[in-house]
């Protein structure tokens, strides 16, 4: 198993910047790729970003150019680094975790954390 906790998000103004974070524990050698997905009210879960052990990441369209995932394997944490903030990606944000165990691939979720963009 691995638990997923998240930090970072809040109350920003459009144009503004946040960071989130999320720690890994656990059965953490397990663990393939890291990211973070969003799900606005109405909306499907959609993926933000990630990055796999190689360090390959990929994005949503919707957020290149302004956010930026990082991950610290030393210390088991992800980061999102989001600059230039719309009021679209007023979203709950869940860090994500996947990787391969006995029985096939498991993606693991955190709890989420609101993040909300408004003047």
């Known amino acids: 198993q691995v638990q997923l906790v998240e930090s970072g998000g809040g109350l920003v103004q459009p144009g503004g910047s946040l960071r989130l974070s999320c720690v890994a524990s656990?059965?953490?050698?397990?663990?393939?790729?890291m990211g973070w997905y969003r799900q606005a009210p109405g909306k499907q879960r959609e993926l933000v970003a990630r990055v796999t052990q190689a360090g390959t990441t990929n994005y949503a369209d919707s957020v290149k150019g302004r956010f930026t995932i990082s991950r610290d394997t030393a210390k088991n944490t992800v980061y999102l680094q989001m600059n230039i903030l719309k009021p679209e990606d007023t979203a709950v944000y869940y860090c994500?975790?996947?990787?391969?165990?006995?029985?096939?691939?498991?993606?693991?979720w955190g709890q989420g954390t609101q993040v909300t963009v408004s003047s």
């Open positions: 656990g059965s953490i050698f397990s663990i393939i790729t």
């Open positions: 994500n975790a996947g990787g391969i165990v006995r029985t096939g691939w498991q993606d693991y």
